[in-house]
């Protein structure tokens, strides 16, 4: 059983940054694919970013493309979301997610294992 536990939220400015972490009680980390999602009030969870196990792999939600990358550090089991050019449509409750799968896994009913989520907030 994999412990994910999301930090780095807050409240931001339009035009700000924020960056989220996400750490992992599990030390093969390294074996997962890794993915962050986000979900605003009143609507469904939706796909962000995601990287392979050894991190030679991303892909990105168009709506985030250019403005946020995602990364890992698996000698420290953690997964990062770099978020520039924050946008008021940015506010949501992110989470991460983990799957033991050499694939880039994009839909969220793959992913085995989920944080409890960060709320992001961008002020306008």
């Known amino acids: 059983q994999v412990q994910l536990v999301e930090s780095g939220g807050g409240l931001v400015q339009a035009g700000g940054s924020l960056r989220l972490s996400c750490a992992a009680s599990?030390?093969?980390?390294?074996?997962?694919?890794m993915g962050w999602f986000r979900q605003a009030p009143g609507k469904d969870r939706e796909f962000v970013a995601a990287?392979?196990?050894?991190?030679?792999?991303?892909s990105y939600a168009d709506s985030v493309k250019g403005r946020f990358t995602i990364s890992r550090d698996n000698a420290v089991n953690t997964i990062y979301l770099q978020m520039n050019s924050l946008k008021p449509e940015d506010t949501a409750v992110y989470y991460c997610?983990?799957?033991?799968?050499?694939?880039?896994?994009?839909?969220?009913?793959?992913?085995?294992?989920w944080g409890q989520g960060t709320q992001v907030t961008v002020s306008s």
């Open positions: 997610a983990a799957d033991r799968s050499y694939a880039i896994l994009t839909t969220s009913g793959d992913y085995d294992y």
């Open positions: 990287i392979s196990w050894r991190g030679v792999s991303s």
């Open positions: 599990d030390s093969t980390l390294s074996w997962y694919t």
